[in-house]
């Protein structure tokens, strides 16, 4: 069974929302899958270990939130090279968050993106059975490929 972490922050509860089905899908295919808000994650200790990572954020002023900026210096220094890569987040108008969140993923911390590339999601969306199977698809395709 591979362990797939699920990182996220989220101030009004739309990013989390988003998390908690996409950690569905990742159980699905018979893996592990751990939601973290990133305000947890304090050591590299806390992120090394996992068998993949699916990182989420919000779009705030047009780029990720503040905090996950942060969380991305910590990552850093993390053993991410080469690991499987996701990113998501929820939005209102222009979304740009979890691209970004993957670019970094990608080419700083040499992670290898997911085919499917990022998923964002408009919040009010989120109140659609569709939205929803499409973050537990999202999750559920990511751990389709990790295998067992
Ligand atoms: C101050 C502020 C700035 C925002 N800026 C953007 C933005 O630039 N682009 C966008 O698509 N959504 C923007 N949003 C909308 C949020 O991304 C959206 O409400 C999202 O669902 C919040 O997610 P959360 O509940 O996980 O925090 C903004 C919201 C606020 C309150």
Redesign the pocket.
Known sequence: MKKVLIA???????????AEFIAEGVRFTGNQAETRKISTLKTITDLNGYDGYIF????????M?EPFKTFLFLCRKADLACKPAGAF?????????PAQILDTMQYVFKMQPFELGSL?I??RA?ANREALKACQDYGKVFGEKLGN
């Not at 996220?8 to 988003?18: A, H, I, V």
């Not at 987040?89 to 968050?97: F, K, V």
């Open positions: 996220y922050f989220s101030l009004s509860g739309n990013t989390e929302k988003m989420g954020s919000p779009t705030y002023h047009l780029e939130a987040g929820s939005y209102t108008h222009t979304g740009n968050a964002k408009l919040e989120l």
